[in-house]
């Protein structure tokens, strides 16, 4: 028995879902957002409620896939009504971003600025040394975030490069450190 699975989605009064047995369409005052269901899951509606089952229970696959579509369902109906956020900070003298157009433009200690585009569905916000990356599609986020991130991650010795906000970078010591101690 799925333990999130078996949990109900509740569906806002501003959502409009179309539900067929393919695929989930929700549309919300941030857009809307298409899900293809896999033919092992079965999603009905009820009142305002959205409810996700297996389609046999006896099944390992379709097990397997109850917990996650749920959280898949989940996931577009908060994407569609309140939308996803990640933050990045960066840290280094130098380091900076900026916004130019929907480009994001970082200057990370390269020879040259890197700019990354992003899909219409993404939006970046720049304040300080802390970027926002905004949109619907919770996957989408978390993969242009990791994409700006890869940019120039940490280095453990100075804490220079772009991170998560709530990410802790353990700390090296240097040679010198090290040479004095023993």
Request: proline fraction near 4%.
């Amino acid at each position: 028995m799925s333990k999130i699975g078996v949990k109900p989605v509740k569906i806002p009064d501003q959502i409009q879902i179309n539900l067929t047995r393919e695929e989930l369409k929700a549309q919300g005052p941030k857009g809307s957002l298409v899900l293809k269901l896999h033919p092992k899951v079965k999603v009905t509606q009820e009142q305002n409620n959205l409810i996700v089952n297996a389609a046999d229970i006896n099944d390992q696959e379709s097990k397997a896939l109850w917990g996650t579509y749920r959280a898949l369902v989940n996931n577009i109906i908060q994407g569609v009504t309140t939308g996803f956020e990640k933050q990045l900070e960066i840290n280094g003298t130098g380091y900076r971003a900026s916004k130019a157009g929907n480009k994001l433009k970082l200057e990370v200690g390269y020879s040259h600025p890197v700019e990354l585009e992003p899909p219409q569905s993404i939006s970046f916000e720049v304040e300080k040394n802390i970027i926002k990356i905004q949109g619907m599609d919770k996957q989408l986020v978390g993969e242009w975030a990791a994409k700006i991130r890869s940019v120039r991650k940490v280095e453990p010795y100075k804490g220079k490069g772009i991170k998560y906000v709530d990410e802790y970078v353990k700390r090296k010591a240097g040679k010198k450190a090290v040479s004095e101690g023993g």
